[in-house]
Nanobody, 120 residues
Framework: QVQLVESGGGSVQAGGSLRLSCAVSGYTYSMGWFRQDRGKEREGVALICEDIGTFYSDSVKGRFTISQDTAKKTLYLQMNSLKPEDTAIYYC?????????????????WGQGTQVTVSS
């Protein structure tokens, strides 16, 4: 059983920065961040897989950075140069087994989500 609790969302102006955190209980091989805006499908944003590395969607590459502390108890998403189109609910996620892919169908556990709003 894995439990995920996000924090750090909020409102910011375009060009600003936010850092999301996700407190993790239980072991997980791969973890990621997904987001969903109203009327849109939930999409993968960033992923970190043990012993493999990190992956990003094209829309956030170069602006967002995913990381975790050495004990793997907290997952982070540093978001810089935020744009209005980054507005969404952001979800922390752990993936099934040893899978590694920024695909929602691979997610086994979701956090409750945290709102990020970027104004122009």
């Amino acid at each position: 059983q894995v439990q995920l609790v996000e924090s750090g969302g909020g409102s910011v102006q375009a060009g600003g920065s936010l850092r999301l955190s996700c407190a993790v209980s239980g072991y997980t091989y791969s973890m990621g961040w997904f987001r969903q805006d109203r009327g849109k499908e939930r999409e993968g944003v960033a992923l970190i897989c043990e012993d493999i590395g990190t992956f990003y969607s094209d829309s956030v590459k170069g602006r967002f950075t995913i990381s975790q502390d050495t004990a793997k108890k907290t997952l982070y998403l540093q978001m810089n140069s935020l744009k209005p189109e980054d507005t969404a609910i952001y979800y922390c996620a752990s993936l099934i087994g040893r899978s590694c892919g920024l695909v929602r169908q691979l997610v086994s556990y979701w956090g409750q989500g945290t709102q990020v709003t970027v104004s122009s």
